[in-house]
């Protein structure tokens, strides 16, 4: 029996730490982009901030295109 | 093309339909926490599905070359009954399958119909038995833990993250990441599952010697295959997507996203790494995670546990099928046709069973039956009265003041008897089929309005709350959401 564990492990923790990063990435866009100038912070940074967690979410889904296209 | 005999087009054919069945069985994957956060509405999310996974057939290059992923010894060559009866098998398992609203993987399904086509064919010896383990069985396990707990983590977080926030600011950019996520969901299939399909139709003709042994499919192959499954894609199976999005849980638009990013990023480093998890499987597990991963969040063990007995039958139960089916077919031209009729009319019993309780694009969000009533003690009582009367239950309308759960309840055990049964006796197998046909089709015209009548309790809730559901806005909805929870965890 030849079961590729470290295949499966590499599987795991990809898929765990690309999930968590990129839901918390794309988290923090939305809260970025959804702030309202009133809630403290500068407005700008705040939405520069939540452009650039788009940004890597968009290059993400690219990566994933590639990857599927590959 | 004069190399394609009859059995060859039959063959093609029957490669085609399963790609059918693999379509509207796996909408479900993409889309169904999708439509059920109201992220898209369902006949919209069913057609992007479907147009991606049209794209999906034709990006990849890459055709998948052995369709058994060495699962069974290719080296002698497949004999296209041994394909055909595969086929069969898991046709009929999809079919059966998505009559429960059972997700389950089609590719297993296809796996066991070769197993068990192979075994009746050439013997035990021509399986890999190592193969079997490390591509069914520990794939099985694993995806679902994988993605589940991947989903739950991204759950926790995004929760984390937004508890200062107004659920009702983020909900609609979560909506707009999870109909990514989707897509790319989607695309991956359309290219993997499709290619299966690419597969087995190329197989087949360099079988029948219309094309050269290492040919690629040709762009008629291609073409047919995305075709396929993006019409069955597009058609939805709306009984699978309704246990997934609403059956296991309650999914808010938070979960919707950790779920389907999970689903997505789990696939797509599988496939990469070249440990390939089932779709079903993963997407499933996906779910289920962020249901856990939600404070308050219900998951309904009950549905996630026939869930799971469905997917270790598959193997066995499309098995079977399929090993009878090559013992009739290889008796020549006759007992083709016996199976191909037993096919034909096995899916039109099954279809006819699902126009009972019709479920579309129109009442995909509400509560599955088996749900909203009680969901105990139905499976003794089926299986006792032996497996022709169990088959029979499992498709004829439970009475009406009853608990509709009835329905649903037993049918992974009482599918696979009744597979047994019509299968067992090859010719016959469209006789044992008749009186569940004659259950499904004395019951179509008044049947459906009748029950919607007489369950009081279920039927008033699922009326009432989520009909507008669909059209109501955010806040609304979450609220609705509750309180279908409430009910039936109640009940």
């Known amino acids: 029996m030849d079961i590729d564990w470290a295949a499966l492990g590499e599987v795991f923790g990809v898929s765990l730490v690309a999930t968590v990063a990129l839901v918390g990435v794309f988290t923090l866009g939305i809260i970025g982009a959804g702030r309202k100038p009133s809630s403290g912070g500068t407005p700008v940074l705040a939405r520069t901030g939540a452009y650039a967690c788009f940004g890597v979410c968009g290059l993400a889904v690219i990566y994933g295109i590639y990857l599927i296209a590959a | ?491």
């Open chain 2, 1 to 491: 093309m004069e190399h394609i005999t009859l059995l060859i087009g039959i063959v093609i054919v029957t490669a085609l339909v399963f790609d059918f069945t693999n379509g509207f069985h796996d909408t479900a994957n993409a889309m169904a926490t999708t439509i059920s956060t109201g992220a898209m509405k369902p006949k919209a999310a069913v057609a992007m599905s479907a147009v991606l996974n049209l794209v999906g057939a034709f990006v990849s290059v890459e055709v998948a070359k052995t369709i058994s992923s060495g699962l069974i010894d290719e080296g002698s060559g497949i004999k296209p009954e041994v394909i055909f009866a595969a086929l069969v098998g898991a046709i009929l398992w999809n079919m059966l399958t998505w009559l429960a609203g059972l997700p389950s993987s089609s590719s297993h399904a296809l796996m066991g119909g070769l197993l068990g086509a192979t075994v009746a064919s050439v013997g035990f010896g021509a399986v890999n038995g190592d193969v079997v383990v490390m591509k069914v069985l520990i794939p099985a396990l694993a995806a679902p833990l994988v993605a589940g707990l991947a989903a739950l983590f991204a759950t926790r977080l995004s929760y984390r993250l937004t508890r200062d926030t107004d659920e009702r600011q983020t909900a609609q950019g979560y909506r707009w990441g999870q109909i990514t996520s989707a897509a790319l969901v989607s695309l991956a299939h359309g290219t993997n599952d499709a290619q299966k399909t690419m597969g087995v139709i190329t197989l087949a003709l360099i079988s029948g010697g219309a094309l050269g042994a290492d040919a690629d499919p040709p762009l008629w192959v291609i073409a047919s295959a995305g075709l396929a499954i993006a019409l069955g894609t597009y058609l939805g199976g709306w009984r699978i997507i309704r246990t997934m999005g609403k059956g296991i849980t309650d999914i808010q638009p938070p979960q919707g996203f950790a779920a389907q990013t999970s689903a997505a990023t789990t696939i797509l480093a599988s496939s990469h790494i070249g440990f390939s998890l089932s779709t079903t499987h993963v997407c499933s597990g996906a779910v289920m995670g962020a249901g856990v991963g939600r404070k308050g969040g219900v998951v309904r063990w009950s549905t996630a546990g026939r869930m799971i007995v469905g997917w270790g039958l598959t193997v066995p139960a499309a098995g079977l099928v399929a090993a009878v089916s090559a013992l009739v077919a290889e008796q020549g031209n006759l007992g083709v046709t016996a199976i191909a009729v037993f096919l034909v009319a096995s899916s039109g019993g099954i279809w006819l069973a699902s126009r009972r309780q019709p479920v579309d694009h129109t009442n995909v969000n509400d509560m599955p039956e088996a749900e909203t009533g009680s969901t105990s003690g139905a499976d003794p009582d089926e299986q006792a009265p032996g497996v022709v009367t169990a088959a029979v239950q499992a498709v004829s309308p439970p009475p009406a003041a009853g608990p509709r759960g009835g329905d649903g309840e037993g049918l992974p055990e009482a599918e696979a008897d009744a597979a047994a049964v019509t299968a067992e006796p090859a010719e016959g197998g469209d006789i044992s089929a008749e009186p569940a046909t004659a259950a499904a089709t004395g019951h179509t015209a008044s049947e459906p309005t009748e029950t919607e009548q007489a369950d009081p309790d279920a039927t008033a809730l699922r009326d009432s709350v989520p009909r507008q559901y669909n059209s109501v806005g955010a806040a609304s909805r979450s609220s609705a959401g509750s309180s279908t929870s409430t009910a039936s965890s109640v009940s």
